[in-house]
């Protein structure tokens, strides 16, 4: 019997981190597969479905934070697995302890032959990957994210 180590993220996830290290300066670190319970915390009751969902193995994708690690986005790239009744179900769970945690989602998704699609409840913008065309928008969206998580976080302390 023999064990070896694997490659921690696929082609897509890889090409999407990159895309991410353009939207973000040294004052944000992005992490992979972090898990739910590491990014949010219990501090009242919860549905059993979602304290269970909470403490399960369930990651995000990608985890932007700031200088001092505190949560800004959360970034889950989607695929055609993300189709299914089963995966919709998890996504809607991790939404809702994201949501009840004040921490932002954006879901990305290529369609269409490099058409990268990037939507949060609000909006949405796309992105061709093979000519650049909107880059920048979707550039903005994710920073626009970073920089009102760090201002509301600001604002708590304040208090």
């Not at 597969?33 to 994708?61: G, H, M, R, T, Y």
């Not at 809702?96 to 490099?114: D, H, M, Q, W």
């Not at 201002?151 to 708590?156: P, R, S």
Request: aromatic share 10%; proline share 3%.
């Amino acid at each position: 019997m023999s064990v070896k180590a694997k490659r921690l993220v696929n082609p897509y996830e890889e090409r999407m981190l990159e895309f991410l290290h353009t939207c973000v300066d040294n004052n944000y670190k992005i992490h992979t597969q972090v898990s739910l319970s590491q990014i949010c915390e219990q501090v009242s009751n919860l549905d059993w479905e979602l304290k269970k969902f909470l403490f399960s193995p369930s990651a995000v994708d990608a985890l932007i934070t700031d200088s001092n690690y505190n949560p800004c986005l959360v970034v889950e790239f989607q695929s055609d697995y993300h189709d299914s009744p089963e995966a919709k179900d998890r996504d809607r769970k991790k939404a809702t302890l994201l949501e009840f945690a004040k921490v932002p989602l954006i879901y990305s998704r290529v369609k269409n032959c490099g058409l990268l699609y990037l939507s949060s409840q609000d909006e949405e913008v796309v992105f061709n990957l093979f000519t650049g065309q909107n880059r920048e928008n979707a550039q903005a969206l994710i920073r626009q994210y970073c920089r009102e998580s760090v201002a509301h976080q600001v604002k708590l302390i304040a208090w």
